[in-house]
């Protein structure tokens, strides 16, 4: 299947790992111009030579710059000011007791998941609309439908990306642009991995055991009970930045194992 992605410009936030770079990979594969985005220049610099390497012939640019603030999204579009396809992957998690969370962590969260993303597609939905063509795409989670009671600061600035992402595509009734949010359920990223690993050790349990044990008490719901890989996230993100998903629009889509006991 043709997606039509061949020489489409991708920007990814946050994609030096994880789901982000799984995106770029996939994106890459589809002959598409990615621009990778990390907070350091060595982050993004090894990430470019290890997707060149992954993808032979890869078109792949990056910008160091903490999208989390102003100055750092005016220097990514500033160095990039037009791209077709926007990904808002940039992202904090953690898990910390409500009574705990501060209210610079409030901000930061905001600042991270929301703020990264509304400021972006402030600068490139206009241009989108001009050419009358672009995709955007927000990286939610099943935790926006699902507050988490262990990350309820997260699960709302999930939520909040919801609202930001439905209010822009209904200012796109008519034209070649779509603006969707992608509803990742628990993945085996680089920080989940990692927060999971630690766990298992610190309980003297192999890291299967801790990931059955997770799924059985903290994500019963979970018809998948495993960690999404971030290929399997990636799929998703790559048909709908494609030419291919040009009637999807305004939607809430779910890649979540089955997580969120709902038909809708």
């Keep these: 299947m043709d997606l039509g992605l061949r020489d489409q410009t991708v920007l990814i936030t946050g994609s030096t790992a994880g789901i982000g770079f799984a995106a770029a990979r996939a994106f890459a594969a589809e002959n598409a111009r990615v621009i990778l985005n ?3 220049e060595e982050r993004v610099r090894a990430a470019i030579e290890k997707l060149q390497k992954e993808v032979p012939g890869a078109k792949v640019l990056g910008v160091a710059a903490d999208v989390s603030t102003a ?12 791209v077709d396809v926007l990904v808002n992957n940039a992202a904090v998690f953690a898990p910390v007791a409500f009574e705990d969370i501060t209210d610079e962590e409030w901000t930061r969260f905001f600042e991270t998941n929301v703020m990264s993303g509304v400021r972006l597609s402030r600068h490139y939905f206009p241009r989108m609309l001009k050419k009358n063509y672009g995709r955007i795409l927000f990286i939610s989670s099943e935790s926006a439908v699902q507050i988490p ?12 990306q919801l609202a930001v992402a439905r ?16 509803l990742p359920g628990p993945t085996a990223s680089e920080g989940v991995g990692d927060f999971v690993r630690q766990l298992a050790e610190s ?3 192999t890291f299967e055991a801790m990931e059955r044990e997770f799924f059985a008490t903290a994500r019963p719901s979970s018809l998948l009970a495993r ?36 038909i809708l």
């Design 167 to 182: 209010g822009l595509a209904e200012r796109t009734r008519g034209t070649g642009v779509t603006v969707n949010s992608i």
């Design 38 to 40: 990390g907070r350091s």
């Design 71 to 82: 100055a750092g999204a005016k220097r990514l579009t500033e160095a990039h000011p037009d």
């Design 203 to 205: 309980r003297g349990i």
């Design 227 to 262: 960690f999404s890989t971030v290929e399997e996230i990636a799929n998703m993100i790559v048909y709908v930045g494609s030419r291919a998903a040009s009637a999807t629009n305004g939607a809430a889509l779910r890649v979540d194992g089955g997580v969120a006991r709902n």
């Design 149 to 160: 009671v262990e990350m309820i600061h997260y699960g709302t600035t999930k939520t909040a």
